[in-house]
């Protein structure tokens, strides 16, 4: 019988050394569901739109899009330079990423998920709130392929 030596646990930055508990739960899920109602009302979750937006017939979701991008950009820029905390206290620690083939052969894939269903990860969850039970099956097939990526994500192109 051989020995296993058990390693120390890996310390992930991006992960709160503050306990979840069910107040933050509560206090998420109601930010979820503001999000939601702004997704609806904006439609960004409309299939219509998102086919517009492939089609080059329409600037609604690539202002929408831009829109986000510019305030993610600002708001990153303004983390860093103030050194801004969340608000348990904790410092913000942004880890570089590195792109290669992998990342541009997942993004095709998603753009191609993205085109078929109308819906990228974050709208499948608006869309079955707004009874589009449909969506259901973008869901269980975005679970799906991420199941499928991590089991064989030691095969593929990184």
């Known amino acids: ?20 508990t069910g107040y933050s739960l509560i206090k998420y899920g109601i930010l979820g569901i503001l999000f939601g109602i702004v997704f609806v009302k904006a439609e960004i979750i409309s299939w219509f739109r998102i086919q ?6 329409s600037f609604h979701m690539y202002g929408v899009i831009g829109s ?3 305030v993610g950009l600002i708001s990153m820029q303004l ?3 103030f050194h801004i905390k969340t608000l348990d206290g904790e410092q ?6 590195e792109y290669n083939k992998g990342t541009v052969i997942g993004s095709i894939f998603f753009g191609f ?23 259901v099956l973008t869901l269980v097939g975005a679970l799906g392929g991420t199941y499928v990526y991590g089991v064989l994500k030691d095969r593929l192109p990184h």
């Open 1 to 20: 019988m051989t020995n296993i030596k058990q390693s120390s646990p890996v310390e992930c930055k991006n992960e709160s050394a503050v306990p979840e």
């Open 52 to 57: 517009e937006m492939f089609h080059f017939q």
């Open 68 to 70: 986000a991008v510019a």
């Open 79 to 81: 983390i860093k330079r």
């Open 92 to 97: 913000v620690v942004i880890t570089p990423k």
């Open 113 to 135: 998920g993205w085109a078929i269903t109308g819906a990228c990860p974050g709208p499948i969850y608006a869309q079955i709130g707004a009874g589009f039970l449909v969506s």
